[in-house]
């Protein structure tokens, strides 16, 4: 069986992962189920400054879900393995909806940042109502990236971006225009369009006009801060007149003469105590916007610290896993290397008779050994690598190493290693030899199989699926769309003996170099 996997292939298997079942996570028993609580609700907190509750809302409400579970379990006494059990679900969907979350983030960017301007605008406190409602249509959105469904239309983008850019400009007409519509509301009370109203008509101009203003100057503060005590001051007058006019009425000449001599000198402190106000204001706004520019500044570090702290993560349990396939194989049998962010096994002994492709009772034991292998590395992709000895001409080598790389490969299939979109094969025939061919034990050696096995990366995969968005489907990363491939290459990656192989050091090894019969 040929494998021609396209690029397109491995996008739609990244694209999908999030709707993948969510295996829990186990902790170690003797963790402290208290501490990991604490821990776990830190990075909840900082997810949902992410946004990653609205990103991937699914698997961010199932972790809430089994983190309160734990806290319930903890507060009635449970075992601690019970509470952990809680905390192992908690914790894989969280990495999940970490990991689902940049696809989500990275096809409708604009959405999410009118979401956080709605959201430094104090839209939660202002304009609750018409954030909910504008984050559960983002929800019902991004759910469609965890159910493997990642489309959304350039039309449904500009209605998420403007519910969110209506929930900011309302919060900030809230928060900067409600004393002057207050005030307008007063005097209306006051019947201020019988006996005011040219002031009123006066004051709500000028409350319209700031509402222009903040429409067209959202994040200029100083245009905002400006008209709004325009409309305040506007608001003020048109009370106090109606008053005065009122109370005139039922008053002398000689005592209206004195009301009003009192008024101006009350409007006269007043003005003052204003223009002390604004200076407090304008410097509370000040401190504000400071307070504001550091809590983002806060916000990205503790972005920067989580990410590294999610790598180091990755890199634990990567080692763990690469030490464990280091001691499953004899040093006959296979050599074990990590190469940058995979792991390969070179299967010495593939078990393969000369000129044949099926594999033996012996060759399967290793493979099995394999499979363990992907199975604790977390494995996403498998390239399967066939290698012949020089027996027979080279177009002969060439269709038996995609044979028996096929065959290795259709081995991982059939026992649910992973899907057959995530398994490629390829032949090399005998152009890699790691012995001469003019010996039986080198032919042998040469009759070999390597497995690359690639864990999945999150912060990877929204880059894969946006670079092969950008390709057509045949066309391999880093090529023209008229280059053809390879020769003797079918899938996405190159061979890891065509790279330097790391040694435990970090130091780069060469490969080994081609053996010539002479």
Known sequence: MKRHLSILAVSALALTACSSSTKKFD?????????????????????????????????????????DDAKRDLADRAKNEEVLEDLGYARAHLDAAKACAPRAEAAMPEVLKARND?????????????????????????????????????????????????VEVAAIKADHLGQAKALIDAAKKMDAKKYAAKSLNEAEASYQAAERTIEANRHDSTKIARAADEATIAAKHAVEITRLAKGMKEQSPEEAAIAMDAKRNEAAHAQAEAERNADRLAAARTSLQDARSTIRDKNSEISTIDAEKEKLERDRRFNEAFATAQH??????????????????????????????????????????????????????????????????????????????????????????LSANAVEAKGFGDSKPLASNKTAAGRSLNRRVDVVISPERPDDVAATSMSSAARPADQAPGTRPDAPPPAGKRGYGESPADRPLPLPGGKPMAPPPPMRDE
């Open 27 to 67: 902790y170690p028993p003797t963790t402290n189920a208290a501490a990991e609580i604490e821990n776990l609700e830190s990075e909840m907190k900082i997810a949902t400054t992410n946004q990653v509750n609205v990103l991937a809302p699914n698997s961010f409400a199932e972790a809430r879900e089994k983190l």
């Open 328 to 417: 499953k194989f004899s040093s006959d049998e296979a050599e074990v290397y990590r190469q940058g962010d995979n792991l390969v096994v070179r299967l010495k002994k593939a078990g393969f008779p000369s000129g044949k492709a099926s594999l033996s009772d012996a060759s399967k034991e290793e493979l099995a050994k394999v499979k363990e292998v992907a199975a604790e590395l977390g494995a996403a992709k498998i390239l399967v690598e066939g290698h012949t000895d020089s027996v027979g001409g080279h177009a002969q080598n060439q269709a038996l190493s995609e044979k028996r790389a096929d065959a290795v490969a259709d081995y991982f299939v059939s026992e649910g290693v």
């Open 118 to 166: 709605a959201l430094a605008a104090d839209g939660v406190r202002l304009r609750n109502a018409d954030l909910i409602d504008a984050d559960k249509a983002l929800k019902k959105t991004t759910e469609d990236f965890e159910s493997g469904s990642p489309t959304v239309s350039v039309e449904k983008r500009g209605e998420l971006q403007k519910m969110y850019m209506d």
